[in-house]
């Protein structure tokens, strides 16, 4: 697959078909993933990959833990967001609640499902030793962009998951990784189900001119 292609193709995936990802089509993929450049070629980066009865597992955690704090997704902002934010944000309920299971409050679906992996066969969970500092997080970033492609790339669909960040403690200890790493973020991996009807959800990009400055 052409790359400018995937760049333009590719679109986050919350419906999943029930058929686990072979071992080898994963191997592939954190092949090319780990391609990402980093810092000083530090690759800060560590990968844990959750399947089967274990992401199972993890998700009931997830959800149950959910409930009782009532943590819900959200924009992670300090202040009230200018209303160009809000508008894009709500572009991305526009283009989702038609195609939502009748009656399903938009939030409870995004919350419920970034805890269920939307229901994905596999979690990747993506953690940085604290040694690092937040600069490093530059390269999480690098790492997840190339990974969310290569899997297009594979034929496999994807969704990055930041909610779960709010249960680092209970990650940790569920998947037994150590202290000292932080769960940056999560994803979302399997092979998408053509007839999800919130797979055919596309939210639009803002125009170049919203968020590009020239000096010349």
């Not at 990747?124 to 790492?143: H, M, N, Q």
């Not at 569920?174 to 092979?191: D, F, H, M, R, S």
Request: proline residues 6%; aromatic residues 6%.
């Amino acid at each position: 697959m052409d790359i400018l292609e995937a760049l333009d193709e590719r679109r986050s995936t919350r419906g999943f078909l029930d058929k686990p990802v072979e071992k080898e089509t994963l191997e592939r993929l954190l092949s090319l993933a780990t391609q990402a450049p980093s810092a000083i070629n530090i690759q800060p980066w560590e990968i844990t990959i959750v399947s089967g009865e274990e992401r199972k597992r993890l998700s009931r955690l997830l959800e149950k833990r959910m409930r009782e704090r009532n943590i819900s997704c959200g924009p992670g902002a300090k202040r009230p967001l200018q209303e160009y934010f809000v508008e894009r944000q709500r572009g991305l309920l526009e283009s989702m609640l038609p195609n939502l299971p009748e009656g399903t409050p938009f939030q409870d679906y995004i919350n419920e499902g970034s805890c269920n992996f939307y229901g994905a066969p596999t979690a990747i969970i993506i953690t940085i030793d604290e040694v690092f500092s937040k600069a490093r997080l530059t390269d999480i970033g690098l790492l997840v962009a190339y990974l969310v492609l290569a899997a297009h790339g594979l034929g496999l669909g994807s969704c990055p998951i930041g909610l779960i960040t709010a249960f680092d403690n209970e990650i940790k200890e569920t998947l037994n990784l150590p202290e000292e790493k932080q769960v940056v973020i999560g994803i979302a991996l399997g092979y998408r189900d053509p007839d999800a009807t919130v797979n055919h959800s596309r939210s639009e990009r803002a125009p170049l001119n919203e968020m590009v400055k020239w000096r010349e």
